[in-house]
């Protein structure tokens, strides 16, 4: 297979980083008709929004295992499948088990992402020499504010769940091509026996640095209160416009 030019495969890099961003932010401004689907009060989604926790967690002590042993590729292909089904299904449906499930596993998936395409950007920096990942994180920031814009513009234009279900469906195509273009670059399973660990691994000399982990849950919380609220807080209680 032939191998992509360097620039060229950071090209694709950015766009992944991009779309990455647009993607699980697009429903974030549209948080008060997710409620209102659910019919649910503000603690109670709250509760709610709060189990996707679960997930990240797994997939945070997890994925570095998976992608170790089976390679970027198929984790890249399976969480950009799960998040786009994910948000599809959190912004149509009417169910508050099936929201919370979902829920979960959008985080599982936003996590496995988000670690499998940062393995691929430290390995395109291993090889290049060159400092990339904060440049390759502006890009997920560039695309979490172009779809906050978009997002907030569709508001009393568009239904949510056509608007997600397009967008996401086309998204989906998108980075599975660029995954699949990017083949002959993106890091292979592990085939060398004496580098191989088990899962059981992960937590051999696993310790908890209370300070640090105290600082992460509570900024954790503060990230769920100014920013996945802020829709819900300006539409409900300020009363602005949900589109503004």
């Known amino acids: 297979m032939k191998s992509l030019q360097t620039k060229v495969e950071l090209n694709y890099l950015k766009l992944l ?63 950009a499948f799960a998040m786009a089904m994910t948000l599809i299904l959190l912004t149509s449906t009417h169910s508050t088990l099936i929201f919370l499930i979902g829920n979960i596993i959008l ?59 397009i967008l996401s469906l086309v998204i989906l195509l998108i980075m599975l091509f660029a995954i699949s273009t990017m083949d002959s670059q993106l890091l292979k399973p592990n085939q060398d026996v004496e580098k191989d660990y088990k899962i059981t691994d992960i937590f051999k000399g696993f310790r908890i640095d209370g300070l640090v982990s105290g600082s992460l849950i509570c900024a954790g919380f503060l990230e769920f209160a100014v920013g996945d609220w802020a829709a819900i807080l300006v539409k409900e209680d300020v009363g602005i416009k949900s589109g503004l």
């Open 17 to 79: 980083f991009f779309l990455f961003g647009f993607l699980i932010m697009s429903w974030v401004p549209r948080l008060p008709e997710v409620k209102a689907n659910l019919g649910l009060s503000n603690g109670e989604f709250g509760s709610v929004i709060g189990t996707s926790a679960a997930g990240a967690v797994t997939a945070l002590l997890t994925v570095g295992h998976l992608v170790h042993n089976y390679g970027v590729k198929l984790v890249m292909r399976i969480a």
């Open 107 to 165: 985080a599982g998936a936003i996590s496995s992402f988000h670690i499998s395409i940062n393995a691929q950007g430290f390995d395109y920096q291993d090889r290049t020499k060159s400092s990339v990942i904060t440049l390759l994180s502006g890009y997920w920031s560039s695309g979490a504010l172009t779809t906050a814009i978009v997002s907030g513009l569709l508001v009393n234009r568009i239904p949510l769940h056509i608007h997600i279900t």
